[in-house]
Every structure is written in C-alpha cells, then in structure tokens.
C-alpha cells in the first residue's frame, strides 16, 4: 500500500512526532485550562460539554473537506499556514472574555486541527517502509500521548497559579513549533508529487472509498459506538474529580494524566503484538477486546473513594486505549491506497469525533439529573453492552474477509473487476 521504497527516514519521524507532541501538549493544555477555568466559575455540565462541542464539530463537519487537502495539497504548505492561523486564534482566545466569542474562537482552533490531523497522520506511511509502520506508529502515538499527558497536569498547575491566560499563551508558541518543524520535514505530500504520480505512464487506480471495506466500515463503526456510549465521561470527570471527590485542580490534572500514560505504554507494548498479527480480522477482533477493557477501567473507577486511587484504574484502561490505536492506526495503512489516506484518516477521525460529540452532549444533560458517581458506573456499563453488541457484526466482518482470501492465499478481491469511477 505504497510505503516509501528506500530505506526509513527517522528523521522525518521524529521531527512529526516531536512536533506532534508539541502541539498535542499545547491543545491538551489549552483544554483543560478552559474547563478548569468554567468549573471553577460555577458552571455546570451543559457549559462544560458546550465547550467541547465546539472543540469537536469542525472536526466532524470539515472531515470530506480536510481529507481532499489531504490529498491534494502540498503537505508542508498546508502544516505551514494551518500552524500559523492557529497560533493566531490561540492569542486571541487568550484575551478573549465573552462565552461566546471563547465558543467561536476554540472552534475555529479546531478547525485548524480537522486539516493538520490528517496530513500528520498520512506522512507517517510514507515515511517508512511496511516493517517499520508499528514502530513508527508507536513513536507517533507516544508523542501526542506524552503532549495530551503533559497538557492536563500543567493545566491543573498554571491554573491554579496564573489563571486560564497563561496556558493559552503557551498553547500559541506550540503551534509555532509545529510550523517550524513542518518546513524542516522533507517527505512531502499532495500537490505535484500526486500529479506526477498520476502522470507517470501508469494506469490509474479506481477511485477508493472508505465505504466499500467492510472491515474498515465495521472498525469505524464499533469504535464510535462505543466511544459514544461511554464518551460522556469525558464531561463527567471534572466534576467526579473535583467535587464528589474533594480534590484540587492540580490532583485533577495529575490524576487524568494517568489514562494518557497508560496509552503511552500500551502503544509500545502492542506495536510488538501488531507485527506479529499479519491477519488483518485477528487486528480487528483484538482492537474490541482492547475497548472492553477501557469501558471496565470506567466502571471500577465508579468504586474508588478517592482520586489517587483512579490512577491504577486509569492507567490500565489507557493500556488498553493505547493498543487499539495502534492495531486501528495499522489496519487504515495497510488497507488504503497511499493517495487516499488523507481522506482516510480524515473520515475515521469524523465518525470518532462525531461519537465523542454525542457522550459530551449526553454527559452534559445527565449532569442536570445525576450526581457525577452513579454515571460514571453508567458510562462504564454501557461501555461494554455495547462492545458485546458489536461483537457480532465484527465477528461477520471477519469471516467474510477470511472467506475473500483463496486456500492458497490469493486474495480474490485483488483478482476481481475494478469498481468503475464515479
């Protein structure tokens, strides 16, 4: 699935990952300092899940635009201007005072991450060859995972210390950092590099369409299913954290940063296990095991009666976050065409954005009827029915999958009639 035909450059890795956690750290940060800063004046769940809508939308609403400049855009040109309109946006939310205007002002920040996203995302393939994608999928993982890490618990201390400004400050210089590294990366994607693909004297290949791959449509799905049943967490914990558990804005940093961690860890840990799963249904079917697990971290951590006793709790469900990333991170690359990962990465990103708008907007309503204790255990419950609902369209999704591959091991698909373009 067009990897890069000479050797790794880790440099390029590096430098996208680095910046990727950067940036990550700079987003994460800036989150958490405006919850923080909304719970702390008084509001309840509707403001806080109102803020992250806003957060969320333009990466739903934006997906089949951002994932053609993907594609189709030179890739340095497009990480240059979004890093640098975002830095922009970031000092502006750092003086803004009016609801609203903070509303409008994250949701165009988002914006800016609804096209980075998949450009990110997409060079990482073409960086590397096929052997070294889970590596370089781990380092990349572990990047954003340690910015998203460090973002909530430097929340909780500048906060506390400075008020919401200074963190947002910070947050503009990570997106400086982003357009630097970008014009230091030399793999480069979209633009001229895609014409003179196409022009090369090779017969174009059908249009793709994320659609037409049952098991990336059922892998899609089963992670935004559950993703919307248990999301509302998300909303939740701040107010399970700081007020049915007595504790301060740093612990609630501290204490979140324990989920991220533990993603950092299962990346690595599963990146060893995604190499050796050739199989693309076995990624598939071990991808939902790894999210039942994150829905029962989020039912026992309705038991523990204090924060610091979340941080085992926590540690363990992002274990179990981290590997599916991994094995959902490696079945888009393995499956989509390179010219197409853009929109790829683009449209798995809305639907699991999309779901995670709908746990905000269910956590901010039932916030209004419940105290935070009994819907986290909900949250968690409901985690897993869904995952033992979904179990049963993954299970079909693999064996017809395993059904397209001949005795010999051809796959049938490969030898069948290319779907017309349309």
Excluded at 8 to 29: A, I, K, N, P
Excluded at 367 to 395: K, S, W
């Amino acid at each position: 699935m067009s990897f890069t035909s000479g050797p790794s450059r880790w440099s390029d890795v590096w430098l996208v990952t680095t910046s990727r956690g950067v940036s990550s750290c700079g987003d994460f940060l800036a989150a958490s300092a405006l919850t923080l800063a909304l719970q702390s004046a008084g509001a309840g769940g509707l403001a806080v899940s109102g803020l992250l809508l806003a957060a969320t939308l333009p990466l739903v609403a934006l997906a089949p635009l951002t994932g053609r400049l993907a594609d189709r855009v030179d890739s340095r040109v497009l990480l240059v201007v979004t890093a640098l309109a975002q830095a922009g946006t970031c000092l502006a939310l750092a003086y803004a005072g009016h609801p609203y205007l903070v509303m409008a002002l994250v949701a165009l920040l988002a914006a800016g991450l609804a096209v980075t996203q998949p450009v990110l995302s997409a060079l990482v393939p073409a960086m590397v060859r096929a052997e070294d994608l889970s590596r370089a999928g781990a380092l990349n993982q572990t990047a954003g995972t340690l910015g998203a890490l460090a973002g909530p618990a430097l929340a909780g201390v500048l906060v506390g210390q400075f008020g919401a400004r200074v963190p947002l400050l910070v947050d503009a210089a990570s997106y400086l950092a982003l357009a630097g590294a970008a014009l230091l990366i030399r793999t480069r994607r979209g633009g001229r590099r895609s014409a003179a693909v196409t022009d090369g004297g090779a017969a174009p290949a059908p249009a793709w369409r994320f659609r037409r791959d049952p098991l990336l449509v059922v892998m899609a799905g089963s992670l935004a299913a559950v993703i919307a049943a248990v999301g509302a967490i998300n909303v939740i914990e701040v107010f399970f954290i700081r007020e049915t558990l007595h504790s301060s804005t740093t612990v609630y940093g501290l204490v979140t940063g324990a989920w991220t961690l533990g993603i950092v860890l299962g990346g690595w840990l599963f990146a060893r296990v995604a190499r050796r799963l050739t199989d693309d249904g076995a990624l598939l079917g071990a991808g939902l095991v790894l999210l039942g697990g994150c829905c029962l971290a989020v039912l026992a951590s309705a038991a523990v009666p204090a924060a610091w006793l979340l941080v085992p709790v926590w540690l363990a469900g992002g274990v179990a976050n981290g590997g599916d990333n991994v094995f959902n991170n490696l079945l888009l690359a393995r499956r989509v065409p390179e010219a197409a990962r853009g929109r790829a990465f683009a449209v798995f990103g809305a639907a699991v954005q999309g779901a995670a708008m709908a746990g905000y907007l269910i956590g901010g309503l039932l916030l209004e009827l419940a105290g935070p204790r009994p819907l986290v255990a909900g949250c968690g419950i409901a985690g897993v029915l869904v995952v033992a609902a979904v179990a049963v369209p993954v299970r079909r999704a693999v064996r017809a999958e395993r059904a397209a591959v001949a005795p010999d091991g051809v796959d049938t698909a490969e030898l069948a009639t290319p779907v017309p373009t349309h």
